[in-house]
């Protein structure tokens, strides 16, 4: 086993266990444990609403901070419905049901304004925005729309927006071949190997991961690159609507072994079949949601 592949099976064991190796989990932007218990989002309904409390020492909130976890819990509850558009949200009323400053409140819905989930008016206040006005790009809101009635529906959209970018990505990718990079993904490849061997998903999904990254930041169009956190936040909320991302098997391992070889020969239409062939969709495969990141 090389070297690579031992270091990315310990961070991810360590991981799986709460110990961590210094810098090693910060490269591979996945959740280190399966489910983490999440509070209860309040229902804001009738015109004195009955706000849900941040409790400082919430177990689901365990490693946020205030700020992290009153974003994670109105942007939930914006993108699930519970707060519906055109919603009023008024900093003083949150400040005072979730028990935390106003700063912290403020701070929140700026995030939250970023995102494109509320918008702030002189003489009209802060409310929600319509679904139109979201930055539905953001990994946050993707991973929040994974947990709220849209669910099926943001699977099928990013899978659909996969099948749109990364089989281009791959054929481009050809064309730009890099040894020290052409290295990389034949060590990624390596190491699911390795992972699928020991029935380590979680050190197959991160190699994964980096694997369809590489891949798009190699393509050697700028645009392609910045939607390269759109495709690690779909393999993040749904284990990936490819068959090769969801559950390791020989026959998904051997479609990435096609891709690397395609790239290495500089044939892009090989590449980007192989590509397609990978991310084939199977609805009968179960796919399972992790908890949302921490902020």
């Known amino acids: 086993m090389s070297t690579l592949a031992h270091t990315m099976m310990t961070a991810a064991r360590s991981a799986d266990s709460g110990l961590a190796s ?81 700063t912290v409140v403020r701070e929140s819905l700026r995030v939250l ?67 020290d990079v052409q290295q990389r993904l034949t060590d990624m490849v390596e190491i699911m190997g390795h992972a699928m061997g020991q029935g380590d998903a979680l050190t197959f999904a991160r190699a994964d991961a980096e694997f369809h990254s590489l891949l798009i930041q190699i393509a050697g169009n700028r645009m392609l690159e910045h939607l390269s ?10 284990g990936g609507p490819a068959t090769g991302c969801e559950r390791p098997t020989e026959t998904s391992l051997a479609q990435h072994g096609r891709i690397v070889d395609a790239l290495a020969d500089g044939d892009g239409a090989a590449a980007e079949t192989a590509m397609r062939q990978l991310l084939t969709v199977h609805p009968e495969v179960e796919r399972v949601v992790p908890a949302p990141r921490e902020h």
């Open 22 to 102: 210094p810098g090693e989990l910060d490269r591979y932007p996945y959740a280190e444990t399966p489910a983490v218990d999440r509070v209860g989002a309040p229902a804001w309904d009738g015109a004195d609403p009955e706000l849900g409390r941040v409790g400082r020492r919430a177990t689901g909130s365990r490693g946020r901070g205030l700020h992290g976890q009153l974003v994670q819990q109105l942007g939930q509850m914006i993108v699930s419905g519970d707060l519906g558009a055109d919603r009023p949200l008024v900093p003083e009323e949150i400040g005072q049901r979730f028990e935390v400053s106003r």
């Open 113 to 179: 304004e970023a995102k494109g989930l509320v918008s702030a008016r002189p003489n009209v206040g802060t409310r929600v925005r319509p679904v139109s006005d979201w930055n539905l790009l953001d990994p946050d809101i993707i991973e929040w729309r994974a947990f709220g009635p849209q669910r099926d529906d943001q699977r099928r959209e990013l899978s659909e927006l996969r099948w749109t970018i990364e089989p281009l990505a791959a054929c481009l990718a050809a064309g730009h071949g890099r040894e």
């Open 229 to 238: 956190g759109i495709v690690s936040a779909a393999l993040q909320v749904s």
